[in-house]
């Protein structure tokens, strides 16, 4: 019987550098609504919960942001993402190389994101990401978001994995809430768009670089499972 561990990935900022043409949407729909551009370092202090609060904070950040407003700007940001999410959006150095790693050694793989499911989904696929991941997660309207740790649990219970089994990588300090909300370990990548300190205690591990052999170790190292439950095979 081969135990492996489960890994689960957040997407922008973890996977994917992904603020520039988040930011091109934002500045589209900002245009449409009469709205100045923002520059790239203020709408990636926006990313982390999800494309609502994005729009809304960018509504904020240049006016006022009622909930017409709102709703307004986030059907001309998707309309522009659904065409343009891949522009310029790419995996960060060494992504592929480490996922392809973690499949060789038949190790179970998921995405959790905070980004709607359609365009995740999409993304993964033309980036060659897809093939990965036993599960794609995104948001949906009827499921709360990270920090919340409904979506992460949600991701466990359909790869059959149970939460002290599975590692969750990310970016952020929402994605370090959610993780210790759910009782998963936690690794923190360090050069994505963590904008918020992060909550105590520390992530189980930190790394800038994902060739970093510590990463590939925390990943396979063999799982911690609740007393009582069968390792997944
Ligand atoms: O859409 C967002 O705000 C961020 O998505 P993420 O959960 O992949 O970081």
Known sequence: MTRT??????????????????????????????????????????????????????????????????QETLVHFLAYYETHSVDLTRPYPGVVAFLEGLKQRGIIMGLC?????????????????????????????DRAKKPDPAPLQACCDMLGVEASGAVYIG??????????????????????????????????LKFSDWDDPRLFAFCTQEPTHKPGHSPVN
Do not use: W
């Open 5 to 70: 561990n489960t890994i689960i990935f957040d997407l922008d900022g973890t996977l994917i550098h992904s603020a520039p043409d988040l930011q091109a949407a934002t500045n589209h729909a900002l245009g449409l609504v009469g709205r100045p551009p923002l520059d790239l370092g203020t709408v990636v202090s926006f990313i982390g919960n999800g494309v609502e609060k994005l729009v809304a904070r960018a509504l904020v950040a240049t006016g006022s942001a009622p909930p017409e407003l709102q």
């Open 113 to 141: 994101t905070n980004k709607p499911t359609a365009p995740a989904r999409d993304i993964c696929a033309a980036l060659d990401l897809a093939g990965y991941f036993d599960v794609i997660l995104g948001a949906e309207p």
């Open 171 to 204: 970016d952020s300090a929402v994605d370090h809430l959610t993780a210790a909300r759910a009782g998963i370990k936690f690794g923190l990548f360090t050069e994505g768009y963590l904008n918020t300190p992060l909550p105590v205690p520390d992530p189980d």
